[in-house]
């Protein structure tokens, strides 16, 4: 049974940083391109970062040059670390793998002074 469990959302000053996890159960996110997509309400989820099976990492133009997704294999763990943090990333965010029809609860990132 997969499961991934995203946590380290909060409340933050703009300019601040956070750390987002995702802990998989159920699938090996090695042998899966993983995904971090946000989310605000009325909206479609965006596509923020990714990871290939190789290492390789994208992400949005919007976030290039402030958040680093990580990949943890023996934490079986994907990581989001976002720094200089703006207002118009306040979003819940999600990881997914991709290719499995599951989607976790998410967590809650609020930039606001």
């Known amino acids: 049974q997969v499961q991934l469990v995203e946590s380290g959302g909060g409340l933050v000053q703009p300019g601040g940083s956070l750390r987002l996890s995702c802990a998989a159960s159920g699938i090996l996110i090695s042998t899966y391109y993983m995904i971090w997509y946000s989310q605000v309400p009325g909206k479609q989820r965006e596509l923020v970062a990714a990871?290939?099976?190789?290492?390789?990492?994208n992400y949005a133009e919007s976030v290039k040059g402030r958040f680093t997704i990580i990949r943890d294999n023996a934490k079986n763990t994907v990581y989001l670390q976002m720094n200089s943090l703006k207002l118009e990333d306040t979003a819940v965010y999600y990881c997914?793998?991709?290719?499995?029809?599951?989607w976790g609860q998410g967590t809650q990132v609020t930039v606001s002074s």
């Open positions: 990871i290939t099976r190789s290492g390789s990492t």
């Open positions: 997914y793998a991709a290719g499995v029809d599951y």
